[in-house]
């Protein structure tokens, strides 16, 4: 599990080569503008990055989580925003696969894997964040369909996606009453909120989703009712490995920029990476990130085996890639010195994209919440 096969090193250098020549050149740019690169988006699913552990039969690459895990890091080198939300977009397009029943799969999972649609995951609400089970939109039953009312928060994708995979509240307080429902964009009743002002990930679009009297079929139910958290928390163990690997990917970019600008920039008479402090700090930004990698592939496998620690480990992986990723590529910043608080050098930038990744997909207070539980239930 140290080495990688032939294959995935091509796909990884394949990914590679992708951000480069395509994300990389125009990150900058489209932070400032907020563009949302649907072009670049369906050129990589034309590469296989729009269905990457979804099954084969409906369009998917059916991958492993290591495969992905080594993708997703491949394409933050180019922008961590960009490929976070084809993270996000893998892990909705894999809950249907995964809990949908035949026709819903092939209703619905092509035009996901081929990216000619875009989807979104919709789990937190304004008054529902780490306390996700708490929520609050409801779906009552009408006939052979559920009328939905609420509000969502935080919504990566949201107004610009045709697919929202929706958990809601079929019956009493608690996990067990919720159920999840996959909502087409079109629908009457489906409205969008002003897309937030954000501190990084500009280039995907942030909106509140609001359901008013939503008429959705009861065919567009994934599972059982009832089924909705289990189903919500599946798709997060996987999201949670690849917003790590975002991190990563985003922290060696941050840290190959350092190095090419300590090789070139010279203070009292010699070049930066010349001086030992200088050296040491490096050694450590490297250190620190092979050890986050290392482990995030060891929670990956686990994922790939379903083991039963794979829940645990991933929100391990989660917590220290993330945790990991931001502080490298601060300290990155901090031997730009001010060139690194200029956007021009997109080391701010990715500074500021991956900040939110100690946020999303379960605060890193909540993954030592997961980790701590199942350590005390492992001693009883």
């Known amino acids: 599990m140290f080495t990688l096969t032939e294959d995935q090193v091509a796909i990884r250098e394949m990914a590679r080569d992708f951000a480069r020549e395509q994300i990389a050149p125009y990150a900058v740019e489209w932070d400032e503008t907020k563009h949302f690169p649907v072009d670049a988006l369906r050129a990589a699913a034309a590469l296989g990055m729009g269905g990457i552990y979804v099954r084969e039969d409906v369009g998917g690459s059916g991958l492993s989580r290591l495969d992905a895990a080594l993708i997703f890091e491949a394409l933050a080198t180019g922008c961590p925003g960009t490929s976070a939300y084809l993270s996000i977009h893998n892990m909705s397009t894999w809950m249907i696969d995964r809990f949908g029943d035949d026709d819903q799969r092939r209703k619905w999972v092509p035009r996901l894997a081929s990216m000619e649609h875009f989807a979104s995951y919709c789990l937190t609400e304004p008054g529902a ?7 609050k939109t409801r779906a009552v039953r009408d006939g052979d369909f559920y009328v939905v009312d609420g509000q969502k928060q935080f919504i990566s994708g949201a107004g610009a996606s045709d697919i929202y995979v929706v958990m809601v509240r079929t019956g009493g307080d608690g996990p067990k009453g919720i159920s999840t429902l996959v909502i087409e964009a079109g629908t009457p009743g489906l409205s969008f909120g002003a897309n937030e002002r954000k501190m990084g990930w500009n280039v995907q679009p942030t909106r509140s989703v609001i359901f008013e009297g939503l008429r959705v079929p009861v065919a567009n139910r994934l599972g059982a009712e009832g089924d909705g958290f289990k189903i919500a928390m599946a798709g997060l163990d996987g999201g949670r490995l690849n917003i790590g690997a975002c991190s990563l990917g985003g922290a060696q970019a941050a840290l190959e920029r350092t190095l090419a600008y300590m090789r070139e920039r010279k203070a009292f008479g010699q070049r930066l990476d010349a001086f030992q402090a200088l050296q040491f700090r490096l050694a450590d930004m490297a250190t620190e990130l092979e050890v986050a990698r290392t482990f995030l592939w060891r929670a990956a496998a686990a994922l790939d085996a379903k083991t039963p620690d794979a829940t645990q480990l991933c929100a391990m992986a989660k917590r220290f890639a993330t945790d990991t990723g931001f502080q490298v590529a601060n300290e990155a910043l901090q031997l ?22 100690q946020i999303l997909e379960g605060t890193n207070e909540i993954m030592r919440l997961i980790i701590s539980r199942a350590l005390i239930a492992q001693g009883n």
């Open 336 to 357: 730009h010195g001010g060139y690194g608080y200029l956007a021009d050098y997109g080391i701010e930038k990715i500074v500021r994209d991956l900040r939110v990744h």
């Open 129 to 135: 964040g780490s306390d996700a089970a708490a929520l």
